[in-house]
């Protein structure tokens, strides 16, 4: 490399030198100025002086010796990459192995060079501030990338919570108003079917059937929206939802728990009796199954629920963005209590969804 064909690099570039002798030091100096290199350095020699000059910032790179009295170029490397990670650093040492400047850069060097060849001296200089600009894009997306997922998991979580209170107090006016409107209702409709002549007696007991059966349908789309069961425990809840999709699918599932009582926080609950509800439809609605088995397993303090069928398996269709809105939803739930929720194929077909909770919802959550 010719210096007299170089144009003056940019800068001044301040340059932090992890260096323990002077000579060194002033070797490194006039090899910069011969490069055409214009740059303020800083020259220090223990771990402390290093981490002292990281915390004030303002440096473009960090040039290190490798062999130090107090401490090692790794060690230094080590350093820079804890106080300051994506900072340039290039080792310069008079003897080094090949071994060693393999694992320096592994370790996080971004170059390495031999004190009596420094002729590129500042091509290695300016890739590694290249390097080092790369790794700071790169950083800033991520976070950024970090910042959006995580804002939208808020969201998630507070449409869920929106959505579940929407339920609650939708359920709530279905059996105050509606419900007991409707039965009021039934009560004049009796009171007519025992004085009016017998045509408006049949047309009275006709109504009277209809209304049953509007009763029936508001008692269980509240039991949908907000089981009022949960009220009486998490275990009679999920036996109530399994015989109630026996009795509307006609499919056969069996319910094992190893725990014959069960005190769970609230919303533990519910994100329980959610999960084996959007399992069961899912079974319903897709999976072809002649038979399902559940299971909730107890140990310490968590809870695992798992539900499992012999039919069709997860459709490629369904796992791609757009589809299966419940059990995204779901895991947002999950994740915010600091659970876990897998769905995906069985060991022998069909679907597993497993269900991984606290029986306390962490305080930190």
């Keep these: 490399m010719n210096p007299d064909s170089l144009a003056p690099l940019a800068g001044p570039l301040r340059l932090l030198m992890v260096e323990d002798s002077e000579i060194d030091h002033d070797m490194l100096l006039l090899t910069l100025q011969r490069q055409q ?31 130090l009295p107090t401490f090692s170029g790794d060690e230094a490397i080590r ?32 170059d390495y060079l031999l004190k009596d060849n420094l002729a590129r001296l500042r091509v290695a200089l300016e890739n590694a501030m290249d390097a080092a600009g790369t790794r ?4 800033r997306v991520e976070r950024a990338l970090l910042e959006s997922r995580q804002q939208l998991r808020a969201l998630s979580a507070h449409l869920q919570a929106t959505i579940e209170s929407e339920r609650q107090q939708i359920a709530r006016e279905l059996h105050d108003e509606i419900g007991s409107g409707l039965t009021a209702l039934r009560y004049d409709l009796n009171w007519i079917a025992r004085r009016e002549d017998a045509p408006a007696r049949e047309r009275a007991e006709h109504a009277q059937q209809q209304l049953s ?5 508001c008692q269980r789309i509240v039991r949908r929206l907000r089981p009022p069961i949960l009220d009486t425990g998490l275990l009679p809840a999920l036996e109530w939802q399994i015989d109630d999709f026996r009795g509307r699918v006609g499919l056969p599932v069996t319910f094992d728990v190893n725990r014959e009582t069960l005190e769970v ?14 399992a069961l439809t899912n079974i319903a609605r897709h999976a ?48 915010g209590v600091g659970g876990l929720l897998e769905a995906g194929p069985g060991p022998r077909g069909g679907t597993v969804l497993l269900l991984n909770l606290p029986l306390r919802v962490p305080a930190e959550t």
């Design 288 to 335: 072809r199954a002649n038979r399902v088995q559940a299971s909730l397993v107890v140990s310490g303090d968590e809870l695992s629920l798992e539900v499992s069928d012999d039919g069709v398996g997860i459709c490629p269709e369904r796992e791609r963005p757009g589809h299966s809105f419940g059990l995204r939803g779901l895991a947002e739930r999950v994740r």
């Design 265 to 278: 926080d609230d919303e533990i609950a519910l994100i329980t009796y959610r999960g084996l509800q959007e």
């Design 37 to 67: 290199v214009i740059a303020q350095c800083h020259r220090v020699e223990t771990e402390a002086q290093l981490r002292d000059a990281l915390a004030l910032g303002g440096w473009h790179a960090v040039i290190s010796d490798y062999n």
């Design 213 to 217: 059966g509007l009763l029936l349908a």
């Design 136 to 139: 700071a894009r790169r950083r």
């Design 79 to 110: 350093v820079v990459r804890e106080c300051a990670p994506d900072l340039a650093v290039i080792i310069v040492s008079g003897a080094i192995g090949e071994d060693k400047a393999v694992a320096s850069m592994r370790g996080g060097a971004d």
